[in-house]
Each structure stands twice: as structure tokens, then as C-alpha cells.
């Protein structure tokens, strides 16, 4: 593996546990400056201390949320976009490059592909662009990557799931997200078909904190690599202390009810 990208892989996910927090904060090109993201610098410092790994956002809100103080965290740029509004809210489109990314000194970049969707073809080669691209740079990849379109029916569906993250490292993507399957045995087989690092999405806003804990810890039992999940840990009422919850699950093996009882201490 090119030097450049181990260091950046470092960054991004812990070194002893080869696992990673990752939370994204890309939502606002989507539907807008939603709760627990329009102070944004606020945001990526309660994420921060509670110890994650790595956030992620678009090409222009490093400027908001960079500061000389405060606990380091890796930075991942978002390389592409659509929005609610859209009559094709799952074609996406890039909208910065890996320059780009190189340029505001971050650890790695993610692309978004939604497979099934009418644009497929146009997501598929754009990701396969960047990482070509990447791969030259030393630059990490972590792919995006969701069934969505008229021909998918469930896209929590163990075998589109294992296809998803298949196809995430056949297009050179060094990290791949995608939905987590419901339990433990399902997402055993995504990860066993993926010689990849799989990271599980939140997917909508959870009612509660158990229903996160049990996800993660179903996902890292099964052989998952982590986390990158947005507004269920950003909304939270604590995001500080919801992120030292799954840090404890996915870095230090806690079982569900060690990490409930952090909530209730």
C-alpha cells in the first residue's frame, strides 16, 4: 500500500483496533443547515471530545470547523452531492476532486453511489474516476454505497447489502458504507464477501439510544469495522457523551449493557 495512504488511514481509524467513529456532516447540501449542525464548529468539537475518529463534510466547511485548539479528529471530504429538492435525489453528481481535498489537508474522501438508480451508470464511473485518481495521491476512499432505484424492493436486504459492499472494493475503495443488515448473522456474510474495511450508515433518526448501541454492537460483533453515522449521534441530546458510549462498544468490546449504563450514570 502507497505510504501516503496508510498514514492517512491512521488518521481515520485507530491504530490498535483497526476500527473507526466516523461522523458525517455532509447533510446541509442535501436538505440544509438541519438541527445539531447549523453551529458547526460547535458540532464537530462535541463529536471530537467524545472521540471519533474522523468527520466529514463538504469542500467548503473546513474553514468553519478548523481551529488551532481543541482535540484533533480526521477530516474527510465529500466528494459529491444532490439534493431533496431534486425530481432525482439519488443521482449524484461530483462536486469536488481529490485536489481539492489534498488542498485542505484531508485524510481521505468519500463518494456516494446509489446503485439501481436510473444515473447508476454515471455515479459507477465517477467513482471508479476517483479512485483511480485517489490511488495515485495516496489518498483514502471510502465509498457510499446504497441499493435505491424502482428494481430494489428492500435495501436492508442481506444480498444487495453484500453486493453493495462487494462492489465498493471491486472499484478500489479502501473503506466501504453501507446499511446494516438488522442482526449480527446477515451482516457476518456482508463483511465476510468484502476484503475491506465495511462501516455501518445510521440510516433514519432512531427513537433511542439502545436501538444505536444494539446496531453498532451487532455490527462490530459480526466483523464490522466501525461506524459512519450522521444525525442519529449530531442530533442527540449529547453527542459528546453518545460518541464515548460507541467508542467504548466498537474500541473497547463493551457489551450493550456497559455502554447502557454510561447513560445512566
Not at 496508510?6 to 490498535?16: A, G, H, M, Q, T
Not at 478548523?66 to 465529500?78: Q, T
Not at 481529490?98 to 446509489?114: F, M, Q, T, Y
Request: glycine content about 12%; charged content about 25%; aromatic content about 4%.
Amino acid at each position: 500500500m502507497h505510504l501516503g495512504k496508510s498514514v492517512r488511514l491512521e488518521r481515520i481509524f485507530n491504530r490498535n483496533t483497526g476500527k473507526t467513529i466516523i461522523v458525517p456532516m455532509d447533510h446541509g447540501v442535501s436538505v440544509g443547515p438541519i438541527f445539531g449542525i447549523v453551529d458547526f464548529r460547535d458540532a464537530v468539537s462535541k463529536v471530537s471530545e467524545g472521540g471519533a475518529n474522523a468527520v466529514l463534510m463538504h469542500k467548503g466547511l473546513p474553514r468553519r470547523s478548523h481551529r488551532g485548539s481543541g482535540k484533533d479528529v480526521g477530516l474527510i471530504i465529500h466528494l459529491s452531492a444532490s439534493t431533496s429538492l431534486s425530481p432525482y435525489p439519488n443521482a449524484k453528481t461530483l462536486v469536488s476532486s481529490v485536489e481539492d481535498a489534498i488542498r485542505l489537508g484531508a485524510d481521505g474522501v468519500s463518494v456516494h453511489v446509489n446503485i439501481g438508480d436510473e444515473s447508476e451508470r454515471d455515479m459507477l464511473r465517477e467513482l471508479g474516476q476517483v479512485t483511480s485518481i485517489a490511488d495515485n495521491w495516496g489518498m483514502p476512499v471510502l465509498s457510499m454505497i446504497y441499493a435505491r432505484g424502482p428494481k430494489v424492493e428492500n435495501e436492508y436486504d442481506p444480498e444487495i447489502v453484500q453486493h453493495c459492499a462487494r462492489l465498493g472494493e471491486e472499484i478500489g475503495a479502501d473503506v466501504v458504507k453501507v446499511p446494516y443488515t438488522g442482526d449480527r448473522e446477515t451482516f457476518a456474510q456482508v463483511v465476510e464477501g468484502c476484503d475491506i474495511p465495511v462501516v455501518i450508515a445510521g440510516g433514519p433518526k432512531m427513537e433511542s439510544k439502545k436501538e444505536i448501541v444494539e446496531m453498532v454492537h451487532g455490527s462490530i460483533q459480526a466483523g464490522g469495522a466501525g461506524l459512519s453515522i450522521g444525525r442519529n449521534i449530531f442530533q442527540a441530546d449529547n453527542p459528546t457523551l453518545l460518541v464515548k458510549v460507541l467508542h467504548g462498544v466498537v474500541h473497547e468490546g463493551w457489551s450493550v449493557d456497559q455502554a447502557m449504563e454510561l447513560f445512566e450514570n
